[in-house]
Each structure stands twice: as C-alpha cells, then as structure tokens.
T-cell receptor, first 113, second 116 residues
Framework: AQSVTQPDIHITVSEGASLELRCNYSYGATPYLFWYVQSPGQGLQLLLKYFSGDTLVQGIKGFEAEFKRSQSSFNLRKPSVHWSDAAEYFCAVGTGGGNKLTFGTGTQLKVEL | EAGVTQSPTHLIKTRGQQATLRCSPI?????VYWYQQALGLGLQFLLWYDEGEERNRGNFPPRFSGRQFPNYSSELNVNALELEDSALYLCASSGQTHTRQGNEQFFGPGTRLTVL
C-alpha cells in the first residue's frame, strides 16, 4: 500500500523568503504525485502534478516541485512567498487508473509580514 | 467551466439520524470520489464511483454508502450518525480512468457535517 509523509506540521516563513515543503512517499511502482493547497474551510486546489517525464514540474501560483526517485521525495518550492500563500498544503500519491489518492497529514504554512 | 459542486454547505444532525450529501462533478468527468477530513485524522478516502458503479471503498463501516446517478452526480449517505462522523466531506471528480486525466482529481468546496 502507498503512503505519504510530510515531516513538517507547521512552517513559518517571512514574506518574500523562499519556501520548501517536504514530501516523502512510499509506493512500489512509478507514482502519480500531487500537491494540493487548502485555505481554511475550503476544498482542495490542485497546485501541480507529476505523472512522468521531466522531474521538475511547474504549477500554479509560482510553485514548482521536483521528483527525486532515489530519495522517494516530491518537495514543493517557491522562490518568494506572498502573504496570500498562508494555507495548509497536502502532498498526495496515486497509483494510476483512477482510484484513490493517499494524502499526507499536511503542512500548515504561516507567512509573517 | 464550472467546478465540482457540493450541497449543502453545512449540515447539522443529531446522533442516530441519517445524512445525505450531494456532489456534481465537472462536466465530462465520469468518476466521483468521496473523502472525509476529520479533525486530527487527516484526509481519508471513503468511496470511488465510476460509470455508475462502486469501484473502491475505504476503511469505513457499511453505514457509509452512496451511489452515482446516470448524469454522474453522486450522493453520500451516512446512516445512524455518530459524534465522530463530524467532519468536512470532500467530493472530487476526474476524467475517464483509462486516460491521463483520470488520474487528476478536482475537489469541491466540501460539506461540513456536524453531529450533535
């Protein structure tokens, strides 16, 4: 069975600083990987996805993520954080052919002005 | 293009009652997924419907059930409500599962269920 670990429960960064959110996955085959963002009381918005090919993927809102098979990681990055980026971020893994996504426990991002 | 819609936004029930939650997928999507987001338990997969059939089920008791209609909208029913069923219930949809788009799930805003 697949699993996802997000080791950081809370992260605080200053506005304008760079950001990296960590995600490690466990899955026997090539995974489908996703990052979602959730604002308080809202649903999940897809930031970016990795299916295959180029290991550096670009997403919306200036986010990017890099798939590293050797480290089983899919870390999310942003060069300069904006106050509106404050939210909870979830990493997820899928197995293809539809079916469920397995989510990490989330990282709560706080942005200091 | 309209996204995934869910109704109602909020639902308040008492223990033992039944709750019905509804979801309309993105136009053209044939798969609907239900997830529960309870405080302290994270996002847990509940059910997956595709082309009107239940394809997979998470580790939840049988009192959680649902169905998918011919127009691909879906309903989640929770019978004999318990206090711990209080959560945000999220619905997602995806395209045909044999396509690349079938692996990408788009979420609705959720239904907040409170059980008193």
């Amino acid at each position: 069975a697949q699993s996802v670990t997000q080791p950081d429960i809370h992260i605080t960064v200053s506005e304008g600083a760079s950001l990296e959110l960590r995600c490690n996955y466990s899955y026997g085959a090539t995974p489908y990987l996703f990052w979602y963002v959730q604002s308080p009381g809202q649903g999940l918005q897809l930031l970016l996805k990795y299916f295959s090919g180029d290991t550096l993927v670009q997403g919306i809102k200036g986010f990017e993520a890099e798939f590293k098979r050797s480290q089983s990681s899919f870390n999310l990055r942003k060069p300069s954080v904006h106050w509106s980026d404050a939210a909870e971020y979830f990493c997820a893994v899928g197995t293809g052919g539809g079916n469920k996504l397995t989510f990490g426990t989330g990282t709560q991002l706080k942005v200091e002005l | 293009e309209a996204g995934v819609t869910q109704s109602p936004t909020h639902l308040i029930k008492t223990r033992g009652q039944q709750a019905t939650l509804r979801c309309s997928p993105i136009s053209g999507h044939t798969s609907v997924y239900w997830y529960q987001q309870a405080l302290g338990l994270g996002l847990q997969f509940l059910l997956w419907y595709d082309e009107g059939e239940e394809r997979n089920r998470g580790n939840f008791p049988p009192r959680f059930s649902g169905r998918q209609f011919p127009n691909y909208s879906s309903e989640l029913n929770v019978n004999a409500l318990e206090l711990e069923d209080s959560a945000l219930y999220l619905c997602a949809s995806s395209g045909q599962t044999h396509t690349r788009q079938g692996n990408e799930q788009f979420f609705g805003p959720g239904t907040r269920l409170t059980v008193l």
